[in-house]
């Protein structure tokens, strides 16, 4: 398969990225950024995208600032152009490693290699580990446009099928994380190893002393964009971690969510997987938890 005809422009730095998207706009062209290419690539290929001109950021990869991770207080900020690889080698400490060792679902070696923190973010794919992460840990997407910077708080980010709050004049700088959560883990149910998933579930618990005051429940691959779940959240809240209770909050997961029915799996399927998941990924969470 071979995509469309486009044009070829490289940006060298973000305010050229910003440039080029708006001039090019201007000339009647409808142009894209490209980063690792993992997921626009295919898109082109199969014609399901088609700009006329492609804004490489390739070069941008040179920028420390865009290709790095720096903590600061509480929070971790990762540059746009980190790949999912880079996130998987790195040693992100206690508070993200979720991060990390959530990096292992995505594709296989050469998409890790190539793809972008940022890209998938913007792709916005339901099941994508990416998206999930970043309602999990309140990820806050920061942007640079035309208008000047802007900050999109996860909560606001998916908005549909494919769909995000990031601007097509925008380009995406960082992604900053700001919930550190030591016990929090993602899993999934792919058909193949490096499939995307069908359903994935992520999971934090917060709490000492053997009683929970909180979690999260999120889920991919249950509605046109990732979910929290607050029915599942709040059957964890003041509750005492362990199988009855990861049972339940599976239980409250999979009632409370209105999958679609498609060739990937049924509803009932996915309300299937959703409850084994978030009932196997709290397990997980706890016991890393606890071997800190
Ligand atoms: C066979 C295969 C299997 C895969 N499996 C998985 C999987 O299991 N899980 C998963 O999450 N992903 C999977 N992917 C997708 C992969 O993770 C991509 O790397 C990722 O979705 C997009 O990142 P990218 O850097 O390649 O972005 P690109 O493909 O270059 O771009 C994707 C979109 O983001 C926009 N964009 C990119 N960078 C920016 C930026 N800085 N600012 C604003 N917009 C930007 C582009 O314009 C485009 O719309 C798979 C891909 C393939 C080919």
New binding site residues.
């Given amino acids: 398969m071979k995509p469309a005809a486009f044009r070829y422009h490289r940006a060298h730095d973000v305010t050229d990225a910003v440039g080029l998207l708006g001039d090019l706009t201007a000339a009647g062209e409808d142009p ?11 898109m082109m290929n199969f014609r399901l ?1 088609r700009p006329t001109a492609l804004v490489d ?1 390739g070069p941008l990869r040179r920028d420390p600032a865009l290709n790095s991770f720096r903590r600061n207080g509480f929070s971790l900020t990762i540059g ?2 980190v790949t ?1 690889r880079t996130v998987e080698v790195s040693e992100l400490g206690p508070d993200f490693d979720v991060l990390s060792r959530a990096m292992r ?4 070696l050469p ?2 290699s ?3 923190v ?3 973010i ?2 916005g ?1 339901a ?5 999930l992460l970043a309602l999990l840990l309140d990820a806050v997407i920061v ?1 640079e446009g035309p208008r000047g910077p802007r900050e999109i708080p996860a909560a606001e980010m998916f908005r549909g099928f494919y769909t995000t709050a ?1 601007e097509p004049d ?4 960082a992604v900053r994380f700001t919930r550190p959560s030591p016990r929090a883990a993602l899993t999934e149910f ?1 058909r193949r190893h ?4 069908i359903v994935d579930a992520a999971v934090s618990l917060d709490g000492e002393h053997g009683r929970l005051t909180g979690g999260r429940v999120v889920l991919g691959g249950v509605a046109p964009a990732p979910v929290r779940v607050p029915e599942a959240e709040a059957v964890l809240d003041g509750g005492v971690p362990g199988p009855e209770l990861f049972a339940a909050c599976g239980a409250a997961a999979a009632a409370a969510i209105d999958p679609p029915d498609d060739a990937a799996g049924s509803a009932a399927y996915r309300r299937r997987l959703a409850r084994t998941l978030v009932t196997q990924a709290l397990h997980e969470a706890w016991e890393k938890g606890e071997t800190r």
């Fill in positions: 894209k950024l490209i980063a690792g290419g993992q997921s626009l690539m295919p995208a950021l746009a152009m999912h679902w995505v594709g296989h998409i890790r190539r793809g972008t940022a890209g998938s913007v792709h794919d099941t994508a580990e990416w998206c942007a990031v925008e380009v995406v700088t792919a490096g499939d995307f998933a």
